[in-house]
């Protein structure tokens, strides 16, 4: 296994002292217990914090405002996914025979869990400083081209002005349904705005995930 995962070593930037850590990120629930959700967890705030890092450190010049929302646009589902794509992730997941016969290694949602879990490992493995340099390493390209004035607005965001261009009130999220172990737990959120009975939901790995699926389906029923 160890021999298998070297050339996706290669490309994160980190040779596992504990190759199992990398072995379980890759491990899709549906494959058996021990999966990658709370590596993804753990992940999931080391990509925050490191991101938070990277972009203070290189972009003196940018508010706390444009800072989040590069941030937010960064590490939004779509970016990680197309990353975990990049580095050929699909390729080394474990998953069960129903799960890959429905495309489990093509799905956003999935490859982003997996990079994050990736990071979450190496945090585990060897600590903040080498978690940051593998994401650094991973994002590089991104962080290079970043253009501030092109960054997309995450749905909450976007949500969040429709509204207020309109004189209307912010969008209210609150969490409607947990489910799954306590390590390993998705979300439902409910975003509801100032017309009696509108609101829609989105679930989620994370709460900030299920927010933004959300506040998408939010703006697809405004038509936004």
């Known amino acids: 296994m160890a021999a298998r995962h070297a050339a996706l070593e290669r490309r994160i930037g980190h040779r596992f002292a504990a190759p199992a850590l990398l072995a379980r990120a890759l491990t899709h629930r549906s494959y058996g217990a021990e999966h990658n959700e709370r590596l993804e967890f753990l992940g999931d705030s080391v990509l925050g914090c490191a991101i938070t890092e990277l972009l203070f450190r290189g972009h003196p010049e940018l508010s706390e405002g444009r800072l989040s929302r590069i941030r937010a646009d960064l590490i939004r589902e779509e970016s990680l996914a197309a990353i975990a794509r990049g580095l050929g992730i699909a390729e080394f997941l474990l998953f069960d025979r129903s799960t890959a016969r429905n495309e489990g290694a093509t799905r956003p949602s999935i490859l982003a869990d997996a990079l994050e879990a990736i990071y979450g490992a190496v945090f585990l493995d060897a600590g903040y400083a080498a978690a940051r340099e593998a994401i650094a390493r991973t994002f590089g390209e991104r962080l290079a081209r970043l253009d501030p004035e092109a960054v997309h607005k995450d749905a909450k965001t976007r949500l969040q002005?429709?509204?207020?261009?309109?004189?209307r009130a912010k969008p209210l999220y609150r969490i409607v349904a947990?489910?799954?172990a306590r390590q390993s737990l998705s979300f439902e959120?409910?975003?509801?705005?100032?017309d009696p009975g509108s609101s829609t939901k989105g679930g989620g790995s994370s709460r900030r995930r299920a927010e933004q699926e959300a506040a998408a389906a939010m703006l697809r029923r405004l038509g936004a």
């Open 178 to 180: 947990t489910t799954g």
């Open 189 to 194: 959120v409910e975003c509801a705005i100032d």
């Open 161 to 167: 002005e429709y509204l207020q261009a309109r004189g």
